[in-house]
């Protein structure tokens, strides 16, 4: 019992670290620019040498990759210029489609985003 309450309390606090300072502690290395967010959970350290820009393409791109229309022109703009983005004005937010690691990617980059004061 005793051992089991300690492992469960490492879980917890590992759980909690990785949440609570994101951007400081686990920040390694410089943004990546491209990242396969499709096959594999992406890390918190990944993202921590990014900017709020580079986080925000990072997000969308995932839903870019299934034809998101932005309403945004910059972010329209952006990924117009990209040579793999079709628009799909069938699947305009881009959520359908997406598999397991782009869906829980897309979350784990928009919370780093808010724990990094970014818009």
């Known amino acids: ?12 606090v590992a759980v909690c670290a ?7 502690a686990m920040a390694q290395g410089p943004c990546p620019s491209w990242v396969d967010a499709r096959t594999r959970y992406l890390d918190y350290r990944e993202l921590g040498g990014c900017s709020c820009w580079q986080l925000e393409i990072l ?15 910059d972010l329209q703009s952006y990924f117009s210029n990209q040579p793999w983005y079709m ?4 699947n305009p937010s881009g959520t ?13 980059i928009r919370e780093y985003e808010k724990s990094a004061g970014c818009r």
């Open 1 to 12: 019992m005793r051992k089991t309450l300690k492992k469960m309390l490492g879980i917890a």
């Open 18 to 24: 990785g949440t609570t300072i994101l951007g400081t």
């Open 59 to 73: 997000r969308n791109e995932i839903y870019a990759r299934h034809g998101r229309i932005f309403n945004r022109d």
């Open 87 to 90: 628009p799909d004005p069938g």
């Open 96 to 108: 359908r489609g997406q598999n397991r690691f782009e869906q829980r990617n897309a979350v784990v």
